[in-house]
């Protein structure tokens, strides 16, 4: 029996001219709110629900591992977050978004 993780990734996805110039963008902010410009602020949103797939698992060597489907439960749960490093944090939450 083995342990194994499940992978996702999404390397190799991301256009590296965009990212460049996404990354001398947040450079730019970051010296701007150095000196004194700007309040830079970040902010996140994630989504969570009751179901999801296992990360993890055991199984023979040489055996598919299959799981069954099961219906999701419960509402979808969204979460956004403001922070400011060192001066502020604030979210709120949504249950039922898309």
């Given at each position: 029996?083995i342990?194994k993780r499940t992978?996702?990734?999404?390397k190799?996805?991301?256009d590296?001219v965009?990212q ?7 450079e730019?902010l ?5 000196v ?18 296992p990360?993890y698992s055991?199984?023979?060597r040489?055996e598919?591992k299959?799981?069954e489907?099961?219906k999701?439960?419960g509402?979808r749960?969204t979460?956004i977050?403001?922070l400011?490093?060192l001066?502020s944090?604030?979210?709120?939450l949504v249950?039922?978004?898309?």
């Amino acid at each position: 029996m083995i342990w194994k993780r499940t992978r996702k990734s999404h390397k190799g996805k991301q256009d590296p001219v965009i990212q460049q110039i996404k990354q001398a963008d947040l450079e730019m902010l970051e010296l701007s709110t150095a000196v004194g410009e700007i309040n830079l602020k970040y902010m996140d949103e994630s989504g969570f629900c009751a179901w999801s797939e296992p990360s993890y698992s055991y199984y023979f060597r040489g055996e598919q591992k299959r799981l069954e489907q099961s219906k999701r439960r419960g509402r979808r749960l969204t979460i956004i977050g403001f922070l400011q490093p060192l001066i502020s944090f604030v979210y709120g939450l949504v249950i039922g978004g898309v």
